[in-house]
């Protein structure tokens, strides 16, 4: 069974799958996708973005280097860089006193329901 780490890494491949694959089978997001991709599963992490049209196009050029109207998992890959290190900044906002390190709940409150589902679906082994 994978780790959570493994999990969560898996999951955003299997997530850019889901989408990558909608129109035309190919293994990129045009901007049809790449908008459904941001409105379903980044809705707390995007949401100023996900009220403006304009701001999730300017996402898409700015992530999209080779310049194919498209992305690439790679491409992709560099949002999630981006989110994550965006999310680990804004849970210390919370909580940073004196020299505790502490994490506030960033930006989604669902770090349970992430937990839960860690490993479950990938099969389950019980007696
Ligand atoms: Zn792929
Ligand atoms: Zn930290």
């Known amino acids: 069974m994978p780790s959570l780490m493994e999990c969560s890494i898996n999951n955003v491949i299997k997530i850019f799958h889901q989408y990558s ?10 901007q049809n996708e790449f908008k459904e991709l941001v409105q379903k599963e980044l809705p707390n992490f995007l949401q100023k973005e996900n009220r403006n049209e304009a701001a999730i196009k300017e996402i898409l050029e700015d992530l999209d280097t080779s310049g194919d109207k498209q992305l690439s998992f790679e491409e992709f890959a560099m949002l999630v860089a981006k989110l994550t290190e965006a999310a680990h900044e804004e849970m210390h906002k919370d909580g940073h006193r004196g020299h505790d390190h502490q994490h506030g709940k960033g930006f989604g409150e669902s770090r349970g329901s992430c937990q839960s589902q860690g490993g479950q679906s990938q099969g389950g082994h019980s007696h």
């Open 21 to 30: 694959r909608q129109e035309a089978h190919t293994d990129r997001l045009n």
